[in-house]
């Protein structure tokens, strides 16, 4: 790998000029660690980054600028992208590495695990301050929690998107990027798990989700995001209040496979058959994606209790898109040996199965987990 630019003077002072005062930090965020801005800006190093470059739409080109939401994804190097935001390199020292060159809907366990594994390798070397992860929209929010969820390190990770090619009107991936490096650069991201910034945006992993097909501002979190970057500034006005990276029980370096978990969809007339299909599949457990506060309709209860019966992990979810799903509620959960989710949508309480069933396959445990991450 090449090695890190040098820092020059005036990038330094730029950086350090760019880092919020001690003070409005701690009126922000008092339980945060205080920032490490240096009493003598010259003193200020710029942070060592690893930009890897996994595809989506960050890497996409339209054949013509008014193209904002036709285009071909995953066909620009990282490097090149890197290239063409040269303001980046007055902030951090960056270094390019190409993983994978597709859209994330192709994202599966084997290529989070590699992508998982590399991150962390990279985290445990000395000389790197914070990774940013280029990576399509659509399965952003899958990858950052399973990150946030796996890797042992309080180094900042960011994950990275656009919505709109580079080549079009309004392209918004040359300013995300840009704000992604200033926020893996940033000390006060330490600590945080994996962050997701996009459209001038610091969203915890845990709760991000895509929220629209095609515009900017697309991602939300229920709660609000974490904070800003603007101007050169990250501010963070919010902590992640569920356990992440350091504090949890899986490490990424001793993940060598996942287990198959299955997303059922519920609608008005939801095919029985979907259930078995995933049962004979070899699923270890089915997240449902009910309706409302978790409802079942009354024909798919026997297809749900039969899979149970098999040794399958029934997990009531909603698709209703944000709210906690209340246990003994909607359906008698005890009485039947299902779980629920909490408030992860059941995108993401596939992940966090995935990753309780290499723990455990004792149904009292595994709520514990879906409750506490
Ligand atoms: N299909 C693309 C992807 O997720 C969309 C995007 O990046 O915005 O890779």
Known sequence: MKRFARLTTISAL???????TGAAHAQLAPSAAAPTQASDPSEARKANIVIIGTGGTIAGAGAAATNTAAYQSAVVPVDKIIASVPEISKVANVKGEQVFQIGSESFNNERLLKLGKRVSELLKQPDVDGIVITHGTDTIEETAYFLNLTLKSD????????????TALGADGALNLYDA???????ESKGKGTLVVLNDEIHTGRDVTKSNTFKVETFRSPFGPLGYVVEGRTLFFRLPARPHTMQTEWDIDKLNKLPEVAVVYAYGNVNPASVDAAVKDGAKAIVYAATGNGSVGDYMVEPLKAARAKGVQIVRASRTGSGAVIRNAEQPDDKYDWLVTDDQLPQKARILMALAL???NDSKELQKILWKY
């Open 14 to 20: 730029l950086f350090a000029a760019s880092l919020p």
């Open 155 to 166: 180094k900042p990770v960011v994950v990275v998107g656009s919505m709109r090619p580079g």
């Open 181 to 187: 490096v200033l926020v893996a650069s940033s000390p």
């Open 358 to 360: 290499t723990k455990t």
